[in-house]
């Protein structure tokens, strides 16, 4: 069974796994359903290659995240807002499916382009439906929906034609405009994971297929129609630049000069810069303030916050390479501030993606996930 198939299959079984779980939208109803596939995904990846391995380097990580997430579980334990047995399922059963699974050579690299093809084909599907629907014919298009249990004001999950999910409509004097989330929970969690996929791919080298990715990318990020876009996209490219090479005079006054230029199209690009945003959606700003106000009903949310800053921060010092933390630069800008995502099964997953990557060229600044 060890063909292309019985190792591509295992990696296929996982990425659905991924679309089960949270941030995904679906992972507020089907978890349970999700879990059983990582640990599908990981038995047949150990069948296919008759033994059962992790690398040191992936020993490495796994022991990061479970270190840092037991500060997080014991303050919400005691606090009462966690399910502790869901919680350590999910971490335990997600922490060792990755560090099975991508202990192969070439599998962080298989995953990661499966997940770039599926949601290449969302962001497809969200620019048909932008189109058809435009200016206000998307209601002709709702499927169907899919009821979750999550927060009060998000219920269900929306499918439009052909198959796109819209997470609220921006309304305007001029126009109306829908917010694709590509199943995410939020739309603002998907500009900053396109932003880490982008991040991704712009290390690799030269080639067609890489430009596609990044236009597409980018095309999707912007259809979620989200304030974090700008500033994801544009660390993430900050960063890139930064990694690659040392810093000179001339690099930091580049440097200096996109930073400024990035931060004022955050500030005043219409309708969707922060000025704009906070007048038309002041109680979405509102909400993230609370979420991080100084009180002790926020303790959990600074357990969580720190407790990923020093996994970034421990996984960062085993690296081979100075690119920094590279799955998690871009889309940390926001990360902090909708916690949903730390110590989600994506994001580990992206952690030990991150962990895998190797310059395929030492006298050029080109990497590849190995």
Known sequence: MNTIVGRVFPLIITVIAVFLLRPMALGYAYTPIGLALLVIGAILHTVNNKTLHITPENKYVLKCILFSFLPVLIVGVISGKVNPLQDVAIILISTFSFAIQFSIKGNR??????????????????????????????????????????????TSIEIYYPFSTIYSFFW???????????????????????????????????????YIILAVLILGGFLTFSTSFVPAFGIAMLVNYISKSTLTVPKVIVITALGIIVFWLFSHIPYIGLNDKSQTHGSSFDDRVD???????????????????????FIQKRKKHNLIFLSFFAPIFFTGLINVVFFSPLYIAFSFLDMGVIQVNKSKPVFELY
Not at 124 to 146: M, N, R
Not at 291 to 313: D, P
Request: charged share 15%.
């Open 172 to 210: 305007t004097e001029l126009f109306v405009f829908p917010r694709f989330n590509l199943y995410f929970i939020e739309a603002g969690i998907t500009s900053g994971f396109l932003a880490a996929l982008f991040a991704i791919h712009i290390l690799r080298n030269n080639s067609i297929y890489k």
């Open 109 to 154: 690299r298989i995953f990661i382009t499966i997940l770039s093809l599926i949601f290449s084909v969302l962001i497809v599907s969200a620019l048909i439906t932008l189109i058809v629907g435009y200016p206000d014919k998307y209601q002709h298009l709702l499927k169907y929906e899919i009821p979750i249990r999550s927060r009060s004001d998000f």
């Open 291 to 313: 979420y991080y106000a100084f009180s002790t009903k926020n303790i959990n949310q600074y357990v969580t916050l720190v407790s990923s800053i020093l996994m970034i921060y």
